[in-house]
Structures are given as C-alpha cells and as structure tokens.
C-alpha cells in the first residue's frame, strides 16, 4: 500500500473485513488508486470467507470451504431490439435478414436440454422487441412453468420491463412509442411497472437478471446505451421487484469510456438501493452483483481508439466522473480504455469490499477465462456463475469461454475450495467433497482432453 498518500482513509479496514465499517465512495476510491492488488485481493478474500461461513453454516469443520456455481441456460428468444448500445454485437432490427423470436416449441427444447443435464434455472433475456404483447409473455412463461415446474425462471432484464412498460398495451394504462417510456408520468410509470411485473410474476416469474446495468452515470449511459433505461428507471424496476418478492441481480460492464470513480457511484447506487430494501422490509434482495470488463469485437464502441495508458494527461473519463462538464472535455466518450485481468481483480475487490449489504459476487469467467476466472475467487468472488450450455449476447462481441460442469469444479477445487451445485437463491444443492468415491463431476472424470473450455455457442450464426 502507498502509505505515503495524503489522502489516505483514517479508519481501519480490518473493521471494514469484519464487517464492522463502511467504505464511503470516496475510501473505495482511495482504496482502488492506491491498495496493492494483493492487499485488496486479501481483503476481499476474507469478506467472502466471513460471508460464505455465516451463509452455510452447516459445513463440516474438515471440508475446505464452499465455491459454488450453478447450471442454467442462457436463452436470448429473440434477437430483435429497439435500442442501439454502441458496445452491443447481438442486435437486430425487426424485418433483419438474420431476426429471430424463438418459437415456444424451440424454448421447450432449450429448457428440456437443461434439465436433462441437472440444470436448475433458465436465464431469459432477450432484445428489446417492439411487436410482443405481454400476453405472448405470459404464454411463454406459463408453458414453461407446466412443462418444467421445477426449473426457476430468471428473466427479463431492466431495460426489457422498461421497454415493457413503454409498449405493452395494459387496461387502464397508456402506451408510448418504443424506447418513449420517460413520456409517461413517473407515478403513471411506476404504476404500469407494477402491474406488469405481477403479472409476469403470476405466469411464473421468479427472479430478475442484472443486465443492462452497465455504468449508471448519465453521461456515460447516454453514450453507450443508446435508447435503453436510464439508471433511475433500471433501479426503480429493480426496487419494484424487491417489493414484490423477487430476488435480483446487479451488473457492471466497465473498462470503456468511465473514470474509476463512475465504477464506485455505480456500486453506491446499489448499495444505497439495498439498504432501502433492507429498512423496507421487502421481501426481495440483490443477491449478487456480477461485473465484467467490455468487450469489444464487433461492437460501435470497441472501434473508438484505446487510451494511451502511459499518457501524463488524465483519463478523460476520470474528468468527467469527478466533476468536469463532459462538453468542455474534448476526448470524453472518443477514447476507450480497456480492462486488463488486474484491473478486473482489482473492480471486483473493490466490489466485495464495498458492497457489504450484498450477499455474493460473482466471478466473470465467461468474459476473462477460466483461468482469471478461477484467480477471481482469491479477489472476493464466492460463486464461479454458470456452467453455461449457451449465450449469445457477450459471445457476439468476440467472448469465446464456455465451461462443462466438471471443469468448473476443477477450477473451485484447484483453488483449495469444495465445489457445490447452488440454485437461484444461492441455497446449496449438491456439496461436491473429495474422495475416493468418484462421485464428483470433476473427481469422475478420467480423460480430461474431452473437457477443454469450448466456444460459446453464438445463435445469430446458427
Ligand atoms: S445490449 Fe441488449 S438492449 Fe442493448 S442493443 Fe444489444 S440487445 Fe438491445
């Protein structure tokens, strides 16, 4: 650590590690510009030991501790959007020679492949589409849950309810063009999201993803997101789900165009949205925050030029994201600075650190690799995310990490932790102890040629 900073925090952060303190956003900052990687890497590691002892408390003594991962299915059912993300390989528009809305019988498919496989939860996301009626989503969610009732649909990210509320004609609401949703009053708003998300709460919603999280700081978002939720809207759609009973999720895209301290206002918003939850008394929560570093291939916003990071000028992203006009910065938002592994470890440390009201943080394998995936569970990640059978959106934009089950218990194990099955709610499902009874999915295999990490498949090529 740079003790010789100024600046650095008064406070112990032993207290913060045993969950006695608070970072403020200004700490975190200070925390990421000046901690060493392994001191942050220490500290985050045992905030995740602290978190994952209190949450299963039932392990045995002499068991190394859990690292869990779950096995669903990411299903994007259509790949028609109304939104232009500058970052976004996946999109089409409606009438596109290579749109598709997957037909009920492909989904059950998809969804009987899954628990064929011992999957326990369907991930549905897909673009924004403009035509869909909400029936057509209670029908999909209605099917599946009678053909598949013990499989847990996890669905709908903020930026598709928004669009939800902007397009789906409901009684006694208005409507508005796509992408138009910020024309209705903000009550009228909040009342249609309400009424939608029980409804596709009653069809045979379960929980909410993250996605479209990205960076909250308006002027970043209106760079990136182009016609997607602003930040008040992705947090009131979550806020309304947490009032309703639903678990979320909470995502990060960095490494762009943001300054490091938009990644921390990022992490308060969250934060500050939980504690809310919290002192409600809503019986739903974020239960994990999962951030990643963008990637570029194939996307508007990977084709602007990298910053130079040896540079002596400022970062024009720190500028803005520290008080500067975004109009008086000439290379704001015209230069990205891209995320290397150290610098995801170092975000996601940050994260652990930060967000104490937040059960799990997820480690981003399917964008940095199995191998910095794997290093991510010494940098505050308690959960190695999904044994992923498909995904579409991130694969367009050039990511090509796809792991079977017993590699990803390999990994949990070579890292010096007992691998387990969880399901949505981070309940334990299968504890996969060593042995000799080779009843382990990576203990049972004999061949590991077979079990290399495979490229995502990508559905807009199939
Ligand atoms: S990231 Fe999602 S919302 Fe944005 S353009 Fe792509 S499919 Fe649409």
């Given amino acids: 650590m740079n003790a010789a900073s100024p600046t650095r925090p008064t406070f112990d952060i032993d207290a913060v590690v045993a969950g006695e303190a608070r970072l403020s956003p200004a700490d975190a900052l200070w925390f990421y510009r000046h901690a060493s990687l392994h ?266 030029p990298e910053w130079d990071v040896v540079s002596a000028d400022p970062f024009p992203g720190d500028l803005v994201a520290e008080g500067a006009d975004a109009k008086d910065i000439a290379r704001f938002a015209k230069v990205v600075r891209m995320s290397g592994a150290t610098d995801y470890l170092r975000t996601q440390a940050i994260s652990r650190l930060f967000l104490d009201n937040v059960f799990s943080i997820g480690s981003s394998w399917v964008t940095m690799g199995p191998k910095i995936g794997q290093l991510g569970l010494f940098y505050g990640a308690n959960d190695m995310g999904s044994v992923m059978m498909e995904e579409n959106v991130v694969s367009a934009a050039g990511t090509t990490y796809c792991l079977s089950e017993p590699v990803l218990c390999h990994l949990i194990r070579d890292a010096g932790f007992t691998p387990a099955q969880r399901d949505n709610r981070y309940r334990l499902i299968k504890v996969h102890e060593s042995g000799a009874d080779h009843a382990s999915p990576d203990t049972a295999v004999t061949d590991w040629s077979s079990q290399r990490a495979a490229k995502l498949h990508v559905e807009a090529d199939a």
């Fill in 39 to 304: 001191d942050l890497g220490r500290w985050a590691s045992a905030v995740a030991a602290r978190k994952v002892a209190e949450t299963y408390p039932d392990q045995p003594a002499n068991q190394t501790p859990v690292r869990t991962y779950v096995i669903d299915r990411n299903i994007n059912y259509t790949n028609v959007c109304t939104a232009h993300c500058t970052f976004c390989a996946f999109r089409r528009d409606l009438g596109e020679a290579d749109a598709y809305t997957l037909t009920t019988d492909q989904l059950h498919d998809k969804v009987r492949e899954l628990a064929d496989i011992g999957g326990t939860q369907v991930l549905l996301q897909g673009g924004m589409h403009p035509d869909l009626p909400i029936e057509w989503y209670e029908d999909m969610l209605r099917s599946l849950k009678q053909a598949f009732p013990g499989i847990h649909i996890h669905g709908f990210s903020p930026p598709e309810v928004v669009e939800f509320v902007a397009v789906f004609d409901i009684d006694g609401f208005p409507t508005t063009a796509p992408g138009r949703s910020h024309e209705l009053a903000w009550d009228v708003w909040c009342a249609k999201l309400e009424a939608i998300l029980r409804r596709l709460m009653d069809a045979g919603l379960d929980s909410l993803p993250g996605g479209g999280g990205e960076i909250f700081a308006e002027p970043i978002r209106q760079r990136i997101g182009l016609g997607k939720a602003t930040a008040k809207q992705w947090l009131e759609v979550m806020s309304a789900a947490h009032r309703q009973g639903m678990h979320t999720s909470a995502t990060m895209m960095f490494g762009h165009i943001e300054g490091v301290a938009d990644r921390i206002d990022h992490m308060d918003r969250v934060r500050r949205a939980q504690d809310a939850a919290i002192e409600g008394g809503w019986p739903g929560r974020y239960v994990s925050f999962i951030s990643w570093p963008f990637q570029r291939e194939n996307t508007p916003l990977g084709r602007l």
